[in-house]
């Protein structure tokens, strides 16, 4: 019984590429949308209204300005090494980071 498993593992693991630590995946996916969200709410809310809302934007535009640009990236080499495969939420990440670093190119 044990060969025939090892036979089937080894035949499943030929056919799908294997998933690299899903939490990376998930967490740059989220930091994604996050950097989404922040540059969507500061463009169409006067982030200087309140006091606070200032304050928050003052201390994450840098960080944010740097997740633009480092998280495509990022996203980019890990999808590489799961040799491009389209089931990849690195692949999702990357198509995320691509729209907001052309919406936020299209809107400067």
């Keep these: ?11 499943l693991s030929a056919i799908s590429p294997k998933r690299s630590r ?10 994604n949308f996050i950097t989404l969200a922040f ?8 982030v200087y209204y309140w006091a606070v809302g200032g304050t928050i934007f003052e ?20 999808w590489m090494k799961e040799k491009f495969s389209l089931r990849s939420l690195f692949l999702y990440s990357l198509l995320v ?7 936020l190119w ?3």
Aim: proline letters at 7%; charged letters at 5%.
């Design 1 to 11: 019984m044990v060969p025939f498993a090892n036979r089937f593992m080894d035949n």
């Design 59 to 78: 201390i994450l535009w840098l960080p944010m300005l740097i997740a633009v640009f480092a998280l495509p990236v990022i996203a980019f080499i890990s």
């Design 97 to 103: 980071s691509g729209a907001v670093g052309v919406w």
């Design 22 to 31: 899903p939490s990376l995946c998930l967490a740059l996916l989220l930091s």
């Design 39 to 46: 540059w969507t709410i500061t463009y169409f809310t006067n």
């Design 106 to 108: 299209w809107l400067g």
